[in-house]
């Protein structure tokens, strides 16, 4: 896996970790502006990297491969990664 694939793995692990306890927040009425602008951030940043990436493998950079991986292993990714910052912003 190229370092541009493990790094867009690596935020889409975190940011689907998370999100659930950000929509039900959000839903909620209990998401404040900080961890609004936090959320968009992170989707702001991970539309830059998957755009990177598209463009790669357009050019032929980076091979489409298949990439599996377990819930368990996308829920030790998102932690290591630091997942908890944006749900712990989220309450």
Known sequence: ???????LADKLAV????LPEVVISFLDGELGPT????????LA???DVLN???????????ELSAIRASAGRLSKLAKRRGCGKLRS???
């Open 15 to 18: 940011l689907a970790s998370a």
């Open 45 to 47: 940043d991970l539309a």
């Open 1 to 7: 896996m190229s370092p541009l694939s493990a790094e």
């Open 52 to 62: 990177d990436h598209a463009d790669d493998q357009e050019r032929g950079i980076i």
């Open 35 to 42: 961890p609004q602008r936090r959320l968009a951030d992170q």
């Open 89 to 91: 912003a989220a309450r």
